[in-house]
Nanobody, 130 residues
Framework: QVQVVESGGGSVQTGGSLRLSCEVS????????MGWFRQAPGKEREGVAA???????GYPNSVKGRFTVSQGNAKNKMYLQMNNLKPEDTATYYC????????????????????????WGQGTQVTVTD
């Protein structure tokens, strides 16, 4: 059974930093496309970072230059370094994974994201206060 576990959320002030971690276990694929998504209350889930097994990354403009996604040596671990956090970054952050293949894309509607990414964690809360 595949498990996706996130950790590292918390509460920080504007301009602060947090590092999220994610580990995927129990899968049988040789390569994964992994992504970070977030969902604020009353809003749709949105992608904030993607990383393919070859290390290729992608970010939306809203976080580019502030967020950095990376992976562990074993490729089943992913990290999200978030710097210069803003109140609008407040959300529940989810780690997601799917079998590698095609463009590792997290810039999807919520419906498409839930359809394309097979495995999801339970989420970790990030709160940024003024």
């Amino acid at each position: 059974q595949v498990q996706v576990v996130e950790s590292g959320g918390g509460s920080v002030q504007t301009g602060g930093s947090l590092r999220l971690s994610c580990e995927v276990s129990g899968y049988s694929y040789s390569r994964l496309c992994m992504g970070w998504f977030r969902q604020a209350p009353g809003k749709e889930r949105e992608g904030v970072a993607a990383i393919e097994s070859d290390g290729t990354t992608g970010y939306p403009n809203s976080v580019k230059g502030r967020f950095t996604v990376s992976q562990g040596n074993a490729k089943n671990k992913m990290y999200l370094q978030m710097n210069n956090l803003k109140p609008e970054d407040t959300a529940t952050y989810y780690c997601a994974a799917r079998r590698s293949g095609g463009y590792c894309n997290v810039f999807l509607t919520q419906t498409a994201a839930l359809r394309e990414f097979e495995y999801w964690g339970q989420g970790t809360q990030v709160t940024v206060t003024d």
